[in-house]
């Protein structure tokens, strides 16, 4: 179609066959394809739109002072976007007939456009990063115009192209959506970001929940073939939800040894391990908080169902990725992996098809309370396990849940006047700094590891995109291989002991920064680098323990640097209690524990995600 615009520009002969593509060869070489078209950019004017190999870019037709401003003589910075690259593209629209809105740009004066036009249009859509913020990710839109629709139609199949060249987008996701998460504003927020996965055509089978442990049940019992056919999951709630989600997918699928038990370690008379591998099986998590109404196990019934063979389907857990849109009350994991807590970075992380391995602690509860039978029961944990003054929070938080986000502050203030000391004997294993290999029991684990140990905070080494320590991976162990411990090698392995009265015990898997603790509770733990950040809090003055908490809220804080504050990498550790309370708190969930043992397993699983930018 040829058509004479009405602003005067002639746009007659500009067709798709007349367009400048030329394939040159350079050296010998081909050369992709530039491939450049005049067209109108909706807001800004006429430009001429070239296709380069990573992205594309445009520049205006008339040169004028648009692109520069000037203060006493000195040029600025472009004010103007002139490009995208297609790593930063998720979706491209064709529209129909609309109109084109004159350029809002301060100088380009209106014999540009004149005025708005009726045109044929396409958008690209993609995002930019925010100039205070680089983890921030804000939605950016592009929208060229021309009279001829197939040149639209053209443009719009070569961006295609060049987007389903980009490895590792989703195409099919499972969503699930708890809507009383946080401030009961799941739904809305998963309305917010839908139209970012339509867009992108990612179709998405969404379930909002109606009860807990639903989502548990889905995971565990879906067959892996049924799974398999995603290309991963998405959590839009808090770090309770992603981690009933998670578990429902280990619970049936993660086959390791257990941890040797807190029994085995007291035993072993001199601390080295011997025959300390507990071959436990997997799906046989019967935990409290994920039954049925009638109190029954989850998952008694339907993880039993698995035939052999589908144990067997060659899963590919590699492929498979875990996604979380923060609707929640604290939102830990997404500000460790994204660097902030906004739902439209994580579904632009989930679209464009990032990822990154996070590290999960397997948590074995041997027995719930001193009196209790040993019968172990498994739980996974993507971010913290914690006991004494966390796990009271959590537990006096679950009275108040009315209160919505605002309960762990009034739970908080509430036990920490009440603040008890609790008896208990832990035992973790020693990691040596010159340990190269074989340290988190995944294999290779290489670098200093006196680095990430510093105490010294000017030596810390924090994770961020691209992380040197994270991506010093070892070789990949398949979900379905137990794995190697080093428990099975008793003269590699040595166990330090503390027992005494402690105000806290946890467990860092990754940082845990959160909008109450700018840096996290460890600042230089690590998504994937294979250790757990084991931070023992002694019975000390209350002024003392309210210094280290005043120190977590702040930004460069330093609550690791007390004399009653040991902080200690390790891969695995086992827990005693010596009274009564026992109350531990596994990613914001409560978990009765008398004798509890933990063991880190090195990127189990991927996340869509890139690291914060820090
Ligand atoms: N429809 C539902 N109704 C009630 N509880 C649910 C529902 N769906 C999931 N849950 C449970 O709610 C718990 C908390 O969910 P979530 O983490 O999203 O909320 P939160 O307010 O951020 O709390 P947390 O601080 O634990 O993260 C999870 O353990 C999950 O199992």
Known sequence: MERDRD???????????????????????????????????DRVGQVILTFNSDGLSWSMVQSFNNDESSCLGVKLAPKVVTEIKFSDVYAVELIDYGLVHESNLPNAGKFLVGHDNEMYWFKVHGFQRSKSQ????????????????????MWVNRINASLNLEMGRPRNLLVFVHPRSGKGSGCKIWETVAPIFSRAKVKTKVTVTQKAGQAFHVMASTSNQELYS???VVAVGGDGFFNEILNGFLSSRHKAPYPPSPTD????????GSSLVHH?????????????????????????????????????????????????????????????RDPITSALHIVLGKRVC????????????????????????????????????????????????KRYDYA???????????????????????????????????????????????????????????????????????????????????????????LSIGAAVISCRNERAPDGLVADAHLSDGFLNLIL????????????????????????????????????????????????????????????????????????????EV
């Open 265 to 272: 370690i007291i035993h072993s008379a001199d601390g080295h």
């Open 537 to 612: 809090i002694k019975d000390c003055p209350h002024a003392l323990y309210l210094w280290h908490l005043t120190q977590l809220a702040r930004r460069g804080g330093t609550p690791l640097n007390f004399k009653f504050v040991e902080h200690h990498k390790t891969t695995a550790f086992v827990f005693t209690s010596f009274g009564n309370e026992s109350v531990w708190n596994l990613d914001g969930e409560p978990f009765q524990a008398h004798q509890l043992s933990a063991q880190v397993f090195r990127g189990l699983v991927s996340l869509f995600a890139s690291g914060p």
């Open 358 to 405: 996070l590290d999960v602690a397997q948590v074995v509860r041997w027995k719930t309370t001193s009196a209790s039978k040993l019968d172990p029961c498994v739980r996974y944990a993507a971010s913290f396990a914690g006991y004494g003054f966390y796990g009271d929070v959590i537990t006096e938080s679950e009275k108040y849940l009315w209160m919505g986000p």
């Open 280 to 340: 436990g099986s997997s799906g046989t998590v019967a935990e409290t908080s994920y039954r049925n109404e009638d109190g029954s196990p989850l998952l008694s019934s339907t993880v039993q169902n698995f035939t052999d063979q589908d144990r067997d389907f060659p899963f590919s857990e590699e492929q498979f990725r875990f996604g979380i849109i923060p609707a929640g009350s604290t939102d830990a994991i997404v500000m460790c992996t994204t660097g902030t």
């Open 7 to 41: 602003d005067g520009i002639a746009v007659k002969g500009e067709n798709p066959a007349a367009l400048a593509v030329a394939d040159a060869e350079v050296d010998g070489k081909a050369q992709s394809s530039a491939l450049s078209s005049t067209l109108f950019l």
């Open 412 to 502: 908080g203030t509430k036990v920490f006047m009440r603040l008890r000391s609790y008896e208990a004997e832990v035992a973790y294993l020693e990691v040596e700094s010159g340990e190269a290999n074989s340290t988190s029991g995944r294999g290779h684990v290489s670098g200093s590891i006196r680095a990430l140990w510093s105490p010294n905070k000017s030596e810390r080494v924090v994770c961020r995109v691209n992380c040197a320590i994270c991506n010093d991976k070892p070789i990949h162990v398949s979900m379905g291989d137990p794995q190697t411990t080093t428990y099975s090698r008793p003269e590699k392995t040595r166990w330090l002991r503390s027992k005494g009265r402690f």
């Open 230 to 232: 995603y290309d991963g």
């Open 134 to 153: 680089p983890s921030l990710w804000v939605l950016s839109l592009f929208t060229f115009g021309h009279n001829d629709p197939q040149m639209c139609q």
